[in-house]
């Protein structure tokens, strides 16, 4: 595991930028690994202007999102798609066929089966990740086994919460109960993965996937195994850190 401890997310931001622009550059047919949530935010402005300035294309890009919420259409302001296109790919020059999320209002079963079809015809490249403050990865929440793929899952309270603060207007009744999410043993598979960290809240998990020992518990701390991971936390994150 290679960690790399900045000061604030503005620098952990350019980091992971810097290192989805490399990829793209040094190959133009990239599979990227994609992730929603507060964390990956910046770094998406920062690929967008970088397309806009410095002509970076994504023409032959393709891209695997982790989750999607149970029950919401893609053109649900509150869908992972939907953050997709008015984060990401509204900005670049990537072809919307080449863009996959899962998809959260279809027959679940088959979904989670045509994902996982997907993902074994194409290794993904470079996998993004944030983390929960209860150490998920997508929407793997704790308990789930290390050798899962594409699934629905019951999301935990501390989850909802999280995502209703942030997202829902702090109306908690209104985030799903449900998603589907690529399950950790595809996440394993990536080649490359990078994980995002900033804030206080998520210290703990932190703390437990750079100094334990990998547990179910904290569905994070299996990445400590992957033979190419980055960990890129910010002070607050790094707070708990013996080391
Ligand atoms: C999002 C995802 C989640 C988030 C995590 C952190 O696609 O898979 O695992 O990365 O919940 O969320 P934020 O970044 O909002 O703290």
Do not use: W
């Amino acid at each position: 595991m290679k960690v790399i401890k900045v000061k604030n997310y503005e620098e952990a931001s350019q980091k992971a930028f810097e290192i989805f622009r490399d990829q793209v550059k040094e190959k133009p047919d990239s599979i990227l690994g994609l992730a929603t949530g507060s964390t990956p935010i910046r770094m998406y402005e920062l690929l967008a202007e970088d397309h806009k300035v410095n002509g970076t294309s994504y023409k032959n890009v393709h891209t695997f999102n982790l989750d999607e919420y149970y029950g919401l259409a893609p053109t649900h302001p509150q869908s992972y798609y939907y953050f997709m296109t008015e984060h990401l790919f509204k900005f670049l020059d990537i072809d919307l066929n080449n863009v996959n999320v899962p998809k959260g209002n279809q027959d679940i079963q088959a979904e989670c089966d045509r994902y996982n079809t997907m993902l074994a015809e194409n290794q993904i490249d470079l996998q993004l990740l944030g983390i929960g403050s209860n150490g998920h990865i997508g929407f793997n929440e704790p308990g789930t086994p290390f050798d899962s793929v594409t699934h629905y899952i019951e999301l935990d309270e501390s989850t909802r919460k999280d995502n209703a603060r942030l997202f829902f207007d702090g109306v908690l009744e209104d985030v799903p109960t449900h998603a589907v999410t690529m399950g950790i043993k595809n996440i394993m598979e990536a080649k490359r993965v990078v994980l995002i960290a900033c804030g206080d809240n998520k210290a703990t998990a932190i703390k437990g996937l750079v100094e334990d020992e990998p547990t179910t518990s904290l569905p994070a701390s299996i990445l400590s195994t992957h033979p190419d991971f980055t960990l890129i936390i910010d002070e607050g994150a790094a707070s708990k850190l013996d080391k």
